[in-house]
């Protein structure tokens, strides 16, 4: 029993690791999340699925200086995208994030931008 117990640990550690997760810059303690976005793209046969993620979204402004980026991987295995940032970013106040996943998978991200308060 204890023998799957430490199987069990060591491969939610392992599918953490393998998870392809992406940040920039550092939130302070006075920092707030000025947008969450969800994206998904399905997988396709011998393809790279690409996405912009861009903040601020269109038909919203914003003033504030992003201090942190983060693109977190859902799908938690090995199969996770490449996050580049494209625009801006880090001490600018719009971002674009180009999300390039590998060959023949999906693309399944959520991506947070914090900014000053």
């Known amino acids: 029993m204890k023998t799957l117990q430490i199987a069990l640990v060591l491969s ?66 090995s199969s996770g995208p490449v996050s580049k940032i494209a625009l801006g970013g880090i001490g600018y106040s719009y971002a674009t994030v180009n999300v390039t996943s590998q060959p023949s998978q999906g693309i399944n991200v959520t991506a947070q931008f914090w900014v000053d308060a």
């Open 12 to 77: 939610a550690i392992l599918a953490i690791g393998l998870a392809a997760n992406a940040s920039w810059g550092a939130k302070l303690s006075s920092s707030k999340l000025a947008s969450t976005q969800n994206v998904t793209i399905h997988k396709k046969a011998n393809v790279n699925a690409t996405v912009k993620i861009i903040f601020p979204v269109a038909g919203t402004t914003n003033t504030k200086t992003i201090r942190y980026i983060s693109i977190i991987d859902r799908f938690t295995n």
